[in-house]
């Protein structure tokens, strides 16, 4: 399907592919809202699952199209992205977005669709304690799904002004040095940099989990005995459910308005990726149209 896109979104995987962590060469950009030009969603307006998947491997046939070795992904592997004025997606990718869903919002549908997929990957208890690690953009996102279980969390970063934001949500936030060792059921870490395994290992009590939710460059350096000896469960995450996102951000139970620091026209890219790189930025939207 052509779709014609209208707002694309800047995150951190986009300043990943710049240092040519992926080795991409195209278009980038993978978060956008836009309206479908062909196919039975023509005239709407779309957000869109960002692999695309052979359809016919033992990971689609198992219901895994995520994992499809062959993968491409939209703006990161293979296949040119959002920040353009088109782009195409196989049909099957295309979710209809709600009228209650403005713009703005519905370019955070693939993040908040990775956060959804915390829930996905392991049960929070209302009774458990947890630590999520990173007060940046997935950090502020997935503590707010985090939240909406009940259980007793609280945020940890560095930055004040983030912090603030949590706290504004109604969510407990705190600077990095204030959380006590084996002090948490479960763990997630959103930081992005290797240095966030080590913290989350010193946080977590034995048999507690560790969530990990980012990616990033490079090898942690972590006590990995501790994993054997506290019988730590260690889990990755990634992409997640384009329903629940739309949900929550249609309803405004995930609330991003405030998370939104600039927008820049397309013809302004360049700036708008240096904008997004300046430490302390949260969201950086495109405007297409
Ligand atoms: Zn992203
Ligand atoms: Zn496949």
């Given at each position: 399907?052509?779709?014609?896109?209208?707002?694309?979104?800047?995150?951190?995987?986009?300043?990943?592919?710049?240092?040519?962590?992926y080795g991409?060469?195209?278009?980038?950009g993978?978060?956008?809202?836009?309206?479908?030009?062909?196919?039975?969603?023509?005239?709407?307006?779309?957000?869109?699952?960002?692999?695309?998947?052979?359809?016919e491997?033992?990971?689609?046939?198992?219901?895994?199209?995520?994992?499809?070795?062959?993968?491409?992904?939209?703006g990161?592997?293979?296949?040119?992205?959002?920040?353009?004025?088109?782009?195409?997606?196989?049909?099957?990718?295309?979710?209809?977005?709600?009228?209650?869903?403005?713009?703005?919002?519905?370019?955070?549908?693939?993040?908040?669709?990775?956060?959804?997929?915390?829930?996905?990957?392991?049960?929070i208890?209302p009774?458990?304690?947890?630590?999520?690690?990173?007060?940046?953009?997935?950090?502020?996102?997935?503590?707010?799904?985090?939240?909406?279980?009940?259980?007793?969390?609280?945020?940890?970063?560095k930055?004040?002004?983030k912090?603030?934001?949590?706290?504004?949500?109604?969510?407990?936030?705190?600077?990095?040095?204030?959380?006590?060792?084996?002090?948490?059921?479960?763990?997630?870490?959103?930081?992005?940099?290797?240095?966030?395994?080590?913290?989350?290992?010193?946080?977590?009590?034995?048999?507690?989990?560790?969530?990990?939710?980012?990616?990033?460059?490079?090898?942690?350096?972590?006590?990995?005995?501790?994993?054997?000896?506290?019988?730590?469960?260690?889990?990755?995450?990634?992409?997640?459910?384009?329903?629940?996102?739309?949900?929550?951000?249609?309803?405004?139970?995930?609330?991003?308005?405030?998370?939104?620091?600039?927008?820049?026209?397309?013809d302004?890219?360049?700036?708008?990726?240096?904008?997004?790189?300046?430490?302390?930025?949260?969201?950086?939207?495109?405007?297409?149209?």
């Open positions: 399907v052509v779709i014609r896109v209208r707002k694309a979104g800047v995150c951190a995987t986009d300043l990943e592919v710049i240092r040519g962590y991409y060469q195209g278009v980038m993978h978060e956008f809202v836009g309206v479908a030009e062909t196919g039975r969603y023509q005239g709407q307006r779309v957000a869109g699952e960002i692999n695309l998947s052979c359809g491997c033992a990971f689609c046939l198992k219901g895994m199209p995520t994992h499809c070795p062959t993968r491409t992904v939209l990161i592997v293979d296949h040119d992205g959002a920040f353009a004025d088109y782009l195409t997606l196989p049909e099957a990718n295309l979710h209809l977005l709600p009228e209650t869903l403005g713009d703005d919002q519905a370019v955070f549908v693939e993040p908040v669709a990775a956060a959804f997929q915390t829930l996905e990957c392991i049960h208890s009774h458990d304690r947890v630590v999520l690690l990173g007060d940046g953009r997935l950090g502020l996102l997935t503590a707010q799904v985090v939240s909406l279980t009940g259980c007793d969390l609280t945020v940890v970063g930055h004040e002004r912090l603030s934001l949590a706290e504004d949500w109604g969510i407990d936030a705190q600077f990095v040095d204030d959380i006590q060792a084996n002090s948490a059921d479960i763990v997630i870490d959103c930081t992005g940099n290797p240095g966030g395994f080590a913290d989350a290992l010193e946080w977590v009590r034995p048999r507690g989990s560790i969530l990990l939710k980012s990616t990033y460059h490079g090898l942690p350096e972590a006590d990995l005995t501790r994993v054997v000896v506290d019988e730590i469960t260690v889990i990755g995450s990634r992409c997640g459910p384009f329903p629940a996102a739309i949900k929550a951000l249609a309803q405004g139970t995930i609330k991003v308005g405030s998370m939104i620091d600039a927008h820049y026209n397309l302004d890219g360049v700036a708008a990726l240096e904008h997004a790189a300046t430490p302390g930025t949260l969201k950086i939207i495109l405007d297409v149209v």
